[in-house]
Every structure is written in C-alpha cells, then in structure tokens.
C-alpha cells in the first residue's frame, strides 16, 4: 500500500514537473526566435530590443548563440540595427566585433558593413509603435502598424481605427476608418454620417522618438461640420500640436499550456495555422472583439483569443 502511494505521488510530481518545463520559455528558446527573424528578413526594432535585453543575463552556450545572432545582424541586417541603435542611443556590441578579430574574413564583412553607414543615420522610419504623452501614466494612446493606426480618442469611451497615409517626407494624414469600441458618449455619435475620406488628425514626424499629433475631429458629411474637437483626449489647446512620445508596449503569448493556436478565423474549429509558445512576442494588428488579429515573429498571421494574449 505504502509503495503504491509513493508511486502516485512520484508520477503526480512527475507530471508537475513536465508542465512546468512545457510553459517555460528558455534563452535559447527566444534566441532562436530572434535568430528566425534575421535569417527571414522578419525583423523590427523589437527584435533588437530583445536580442540587447539577453546580453546581460545569458552565458555559456547561450552567450555563443547570442554572438552569432549579433554578428549575422551587423552583416545581413546592418540598417535595421542601425535605425535600433540611434532610436535608442545605444552602440555596437564591441564584444561581438571582438570576439571575431581573430576571423579575417568575418573581420573584414563587420567593418565594410558599418563603415557603410558611416554616420549611423535613420532611414525609412516608419511611425509604427504606440505613441502616448507619458509612457509610464497616460492610458491613452496612438497604435500605428503599416497603414492603419488605432486612436484613444477618449479614454474608455471612444476607441477607433483610422487609415493612416504619408503625405511628405515627415508628414501623415489619418482618417476615420471603423469603431471599435464605445462607450456611452460614443454611442450617441452619428457614426454612420461620418466621413471616411476627410482627415481626422494628423502627425508630424519631428523625430525618432517624438511625434506631433493634431485632432480635427472628425467630419460630419450631413451637417458639414466636426464633430467630436476639442471633447478628444487628444485635443489641441491653444491650436498646439500635442506631443506624443515613442513607448514600447510588447504583447506576448501567455497561455497555461504552454502554447496557444493562431487560428484561420475566429473561432476554435478553425484551420491552425501555428503553434505560438507561450512568451512568444506578437503584433497585434486588431484588438476589436474577443479574437484579435495579431502576426507572428515568423509573418505569419492569423487570430489568437484575448484570453491568451498579456501586455508587458
């Protein structure tokens, strides 16, 4: 009796143990995610802020991996870290360079690489990212990716997304394009006269980390008027921009067992189209309703429940 009950309770710790190792993301796991990203072309300026956030907390193998990431970045993907290292003030990893002095030839491809960008300049930024007035307070917030951007127009009332096109070289124009969630005083909007083609706000891209973002509110096709101007969160005082601050807000997978499926659709009996682990980081590209459209590290793209997405 007694070495039936130890056996329960060895295969019961067991079991325990084998969860844990399956919900636990490692090092290596997330360099290989990294990794993925560089060799596919698939990387942003999160790839790099999480390859520089392992430097100080990986050794061993792993310290070896994270060099080899490093150095297939400086030479495949030089301006992508470039645009990283001036966003966020930071330098080239001298260790990388020298643990390959020794390597004429790897040597040789780092220095034609950064000597190609000589000044270290930001090209093609694009003004994706969540932009707030002050990152660790406001709740508010502007979340631009590719050519939409979704708008805090009102904290907790008026959630919108908006289509979002490049007028000049530093300049954007965006307009209304869908709701996405309401609250009291949204709903007693006349939504459905607003118009889809005339602006709503628009940005001007000072910097790498600073934008300056106009409310006009939007317009009302039926009565030719704005509506919604200076009611906004984002609203203009004394006809001055307000400025927003580049922030960096990352989703990540957090499901219990382990790994979560990006779906066709949304729904549980849709196709799966992948396996994300658990910490994996994601794009969320749609937040409306209890499926979010959301791309993987790997481009791949698809819907994930709510439930088991977690910002960080």
């Known amino acids: ?4 009950i130890t056996l329960i309770i060895l295969i019961i710790n067991l079991f325990e143990c084998n969860s844990q190792v399956k919900t636990r993301i490692t090092n290596f796991d997330k360099l290989s995610i990294l990794n993925e990203q560089i060799e596919n ?9 999480s390859l520089d956030s392992l430097k100080n907390v990986i050794d061993g193998a792993d310290s070896e991996f994270y060099i080899e990431i490093y150095k297939d970045a400086i030479i495949n993907d030089t301006q992508t870290l470039m645009n990283f290292l001036k966003l966020y003030d930071k ?22 690489k950064l000597n190609s960008i000589k000044n270290n300049t930001v090209e093609n930024i694009h003004p994706n990212g969540y932009w707030k007035q002050n990152c660790d307070k406001s709740l508010a917030f502007v979340c631009i990716k590719g050519e939409m951007a ?7 009332q008026i959630y919108i997304q908006a289509r979002i096109k490049k007028i000049s070289q530093n300049e954007y124009d965006l307009t209304y394009f869908k709701t996405l969630d309401l609250g009291k005083g949204g709903m007693e909007l006349e939504w459905n006269n607003f118009s889809r083609y005339k602006i709503i706000a628009t940005i001007n891209f000072t910097n790498a980390k600073e934008i300056e973002f106009k409310w006009l509110g939007f317009f009302n096709d039926k009565s030719k008027k704005r509506n919604w101007i200076n009611e906004s969160t ?39 189209l992948q396996r994300i682990i658990s910490g994996s980081e994601i794009e969320v590209l749609d937040n409306s309703g209890d499926w979010w459209l959301v791309e993987t590290g790997e ?8 439930t088991r997405i977690k910002a960080e």
């Open 299 to 306: 481009g791949k793209r698809g819907y994930v429940h709510k």
């Open 234 to 272: 984002f609203s203009s005082k004394g006809n001055k921009n307000v400025i927003l601050k580049r922030c960096f807000e990352v989703n990540v997978i957090n499901d219990p067992d382990g790994y979560t499926n990006l779906r066709k659709h949304q729904n549980t009996s849709s196709e799966i």
């Open 1 to 4: 009796m007694n070495r039936t």
């Open 41 to 49: 072309n698939l990387t942003t300026e999160k790839t790099y802020i």
């Open 91 to 112: 330098k080239v990893d001298e260790n990388v360079i020298e643990f390959f002095e020794h390597d004429d030839e790897i040597s040789s491809n780092i220095r034609k």
């Open 150 to 156: 979704i708008i805090t127009v009102n904290t907790n």
